[in-house]
Each structure stands twice: as structure tokens, then as C-alpha cells.
């Protein structure tokens, strides 16, 4: 199945049947993916800054719309287009989405290198990153962040497995 293709069908009513990902879900996801854009940066020497930057992009394309700590968790990215149809999140959309945490890694990555003071800079700006993009996944009833809205794409449940938390 390609990206393009429909993952659920209509329900009789006309909509789409998916459910909002829950934010403690997407909160251990998210952590998940984190852990394995650490291990790149600490285990490949050299290459590991940006092999951590390329996964924090597209990671939200691979497996059809799942990240690897999205397969774990059992959600899901998807797009809906103007019909209204449900596709998967393409790389293109996984970029979009992932770029106001990428402006954060890559402010780490330049201001990691000034010593002390820019480890505590480095930590300042990603958790304003990351308080202000849950804030607005509590705030908006779609559960859609600042990246959801740029890429015009949410995380719902995926129906197929993981680990459901409440």
C-alpha cells in the first residue's frame, strides 16, 4: 500500500472513522523517538548529528505514517486531502511537521558548542519548544500541534496494534 491510497473507509455517515491519539501517547512516542535521536548522535561518531537530524524529519514517514516509536505505541500520522480521504503521512509531510523540533535540535547542535552556557541556552530552547507544541496539542480539540498544522496532518489511533495508553 502506497501513501496515496485510502487506509480506512467512510462510515455510513460520510466521515472518516479514526480517534484522536491521546497525549500521553503521543507524549511516550515522541520520548521513544527522542531516545533514538540521541543514540544516533552519541554512537555514530562524526555522522551522528546528522543522522539524529534526518530521523527527527522523516521519521514520521516511514512504515506509512508511523515513526518508530508511533509503531510502538500504536498511532499513526495522516493527512486528509480535499475529499476527505485518509492517507498516510508522506516524507514531504513528516518534514514539514517535524521542522519546529528540528529548529530546536539544530540550535542545540550550534549552541552546544559554547561551552556551559550553551548547554543551558540548548535546554532552555527546546523545552520552550516542547512546553508550547503540548500546550497546543491540549489546546486544540483535534489534538493538531504547530507542526500538525503546517503539515495539515494529525496523529490518530492506528487500528493496527501497539500499545494503547489511557
Given at each position: 500500500?502506497?501513501?496515496?491510497?485510502?487506509?480506512?473507509?467512510?462510515?455510513?455517515?460520510?466521515?472518516?472513522?479514526?480517534?484522536?491519539?491521546?497525549?500521553?501517547?503521543?507524549?511516550?512516542?515522541?520520548?521513544?523517538?527522542?531516545?533514538?535521536i540521541v543514540a544516533l548522535f552519541e554512537i555514530i561518531s562524526k555522522v551522528g548529528?546528522?543522522?539524529?537530524?534526518?530521523?527527527?524529519?522523516?521519521?514520521?514517514?516511514?512504515?506509512?505514517?508511523?515513526?518508530?516509536?508511533?509503531?510502538?505505541?500504536?498511532?499513526?500520522?495522516?493527512?486528509?486531502?480535499?475529499?476527505?480521504?485518509?492517507?498516510?503521512?508522506?516524507?514531504?509531510?513528516?518534514?514539514?511537521?517535524?521542522?519546529?523540533?528540528?529548529?530546536?535540535?539544530?540550535?542545540?547542535?550550534?549552541?552546544?558548542?559554547?561551552?556551559?552556557?550553551?548547554?543551558?541556552?540548548?535546554?532552555?530552547?527546546?523545552?520552550?519548544?516542547?512546553?508550547?507544541?503540548?500546550?497546543?496539542?491540549?489546546?486544540?480539540?483535534?489534538?493538531?500541534?504547530?507542526?500538525?498544522?503546517?503539515?495539515?496532518?494529525?496523529?490518530?489511533?492506528?487500528?493496527?496494534?501497539?500499545?494503547?495508553?489511557?
Amino acid at each position: 500500500m502506497n501513501s496515496s491510497e485510502t487506509l480506512y473507509d467512510k462510515s455510513p455517515g460520510g466521515q472518516e472513522e479514526v480517534t484522536k491519539a491521546g497525549f500521553l501517547s503521543r507524549s511516550i512516542a515522541r520520548t521513544i523517538d527522542f531516545i533514538i535521536i540521541v543514540a544516533l548522535f552519541e554512537i555514530i561518531s562524526k555522522v551522528g548529528y546528522f543522522a539524529g537530524l534526518i530521523y527527527l524529519l522523516i521519521a514520521d514517514g516511514l512504515f506509512q505514517g508511523r515513526s518508530v516509536g508511533k509503531k510502538l505505541m500504536g498511532l499513526k500520522v495522516v493527512s486528509f486531502d480535499e475529499t476527505g480521504a485518509v492517507t498516510a503521512c508522506s516524507f514531504k509531510e513528516s518534514i514539514f511537521r517535524n521542522f519546529p523540533f528540528a529548529v530546536g535540535y539544530i540550535l542545540c547542535g550550534v549552541l552546544g558548542g559554547i561551552p556551559l552556557i550553551g548547554w543551558i541556552l540548548s535546554f532552555a530552547i527546546v523545552t520552550v519548544i516542547l512546553l508550547f507544541e503540548g500546550l497546543v496539542i491540549i489546546g486544540n480539540e483535534k489534538g493538531m500541534r504547530l507542526g500538525d498544522e503546517i503539515a495539515k496532518t494529525r496523529v490518530i489511533e492506528d487500528k493496527q496494534g501497539g500499545v494503547h495508553v489511557s
